[in-house]
T-cell receptor, first 112, second 111 residues
Framework: DVKVTQSSRYLVKRTGEKVFLECVQD?????MFWYRQDPGLGLRLIYF???????EKGDIPEGYSVSREKKERFSLILESASTNQTSMYLC???????????FGPGTRLTVT | AQSVSQHNHHVILSEAASLELGCNYS??????LFWYVQYPGQHLQLLLK??????LVKGIKGFEAEFIKSKFSFNLRKPSVQWSDTAEYFC?????????FGTGTRLQVFP
């Protein structure tokens, strides 16, 4: 079974703080993704990576950056958290582009 | 712009009722289509997928979906829902380089 784990289920941060969200997958997948999930908006892609050290912007990259130093780990960074970044953040991985993605449990981030 | 749309935002059913959730995609060419489910407090899980071949695909927990190319649709069906099917359902389509999700349908099933 593919397992995607995220470092925290719940996180509360203050405006302006730097926030790190970590994601690890154990299936040697090449592809990893970060989404945010908001009610009524579905899942929106923030960043994705098809290989180590490689990253591509998704649909809503503003205010975020990512890091992929190892194949199994993909980090999402909020350089200076703002209240409009309060959301559920989901990490996913897949063996190949176009194939099904496997999701982690999500991190519910609240920025106050 | 490429998009995936789900017609029903909130569906309320009684147990044993039949279910059909609509999904349409806006792009042509090769389409890989998925339905995901998110049960309360749980992570997103794959229900079923379509890549090619038989347009009627069966997934887990008695769900099925039919790909109709002429209608750009991939509707999800279940003949008889259970209370445990209460969840949020997302349709998604892969095109070019990324997965595009619909906005989701919240299904509530009452005993």
């Amino acid at each position: 079974d593919v397992k995607v784990t995220q470092s925290s289920r719940y996180l509360v941060k203050r405006t302006g703080e730097k926030v790190f969200l970590e994601c690890v997958q154990d299936m040697d997948h090449e592809n990893m993704f970060w989404y945010r999930q908001d009610p009524g908006l579905g899942l929106r892609l923030i960043y994705f990576s098809y290989d180590v050290k490689m990253k591509e912007k998704g649909d809503i990259p503003e205010g975020y950056s990512v890091s992929r130093e190892k194949k199994e780990r993909f980090s999402l960074i909020l350089e200076s958290a703002s209240t409009n970044q309060t959301s559920m953040y989901l990490c996913a991985s897949s063996f190949s582009p176009g194939l099904e993605q496997y999701f982690g449990p999500g991190t519910r981030l609240t920025v106050t | 712009a490429q998009s995936v749309s789900q017609h029903n935002h909130h569906v309320i059913l009684s147990e044993a009722a039949s279910l059909e959730l609509g999904c349409n995609y806006s792009y042509g060419g090769t389409v890989n289509l998925f339905w995901y489910v998110q049960y309360p407090g749980q992570h997103l899980q794959l229900l079923l997928k379509y890549f090619s071949g038989d347009p009627l695909v069966k997934g887990i927990k008695g769900f099925e979906a039919e790909f109709i190319k002429s209608k750009f649709s991939f509707n999800l069906r279940k003949p008889s829902v259970q209370w445990s099917d209460t969840a949020e359902y997302f349709c998604a389509g892969y095109n070019t380089d990324k997965l595009i999700f619909g906005t989701g349908t919240r299904l509530q099933v009452f005993p």
